[in-house]
């Protein structure tokens, strides 16, 4: 059995799933593995990362939320103060289920290793 790597992102400045997030997968290096864009519940589709591809490493999962803030009609600052949140992981069990969940405000975010 082979693990599962999936994220969902809540706006926590509106109580509300955030809806349209541009999501990128990196491996440590900087290189793509997947990508894809939160729909109406704040998840990706299908998790972003499965199967044979699931493997032990560390991870940078990306998140575009200075366009998602924008898009919704919050005024940001130039530059704004959270553009793209970064958040760099590992992967140690490749049987495990690896749940990122990211909360978010303009100002500020919070992430855990959920269930």
Same mark, same amino acid.
């Given at each position: 059995?082979?693990?599962? =790597? @999936?994220?969902? #992102? ?9 809806? /349209? ?9 900087? %290189? !793509? #593995?997947? %990508? ?6 704040? *998840?990706? !589709?299908?998790? #972003? =990362?499965? /199967?044979?591809?699931?493997? @032990?490493? *560390?991870?940078? =999962? !990306? ?6 803030? *924008?898009? #919704? ?13 970064? +958040?760099?992981? /590992? +992967? ?12 978010? %405000? ?6 855990? *290793?959920? %269930?």
């Amino acid at each position: 059995m082979t693990g599962a =790597l @999936t994220t969902h #992102i809540l706006d926590t400045a509106h109580g509300a799933p955030a809806a /349209g997030v541009q999501v990128t997968l990196c491996t440590a290096d900087g %290189s !793509e #593995i997947a %990508s894809g864009t939160t729909n109406a519940d704040g *998840r990706l !589709e299908a998790p #972003i =990362l499965a /199967g044979e591809a699931f493997k @032990t490493g *560390r991870y940078v =999962l !990306e998140f575009a939320v200075g366009d998602y803030f *924008r898009r #919704i009609g919050v005024s940001l600052t130039d530059p704004a103060f959270l553009d793209v949140v970064v +958040i760099a992981f /590992g +992967i140690s069990d490749e049987a495990a289920h690896y749940h990122v969940p990211l909360l978010i %405000s303009p100002y500020g975010y919070s992430t855990y *290793r959920g %269930s």
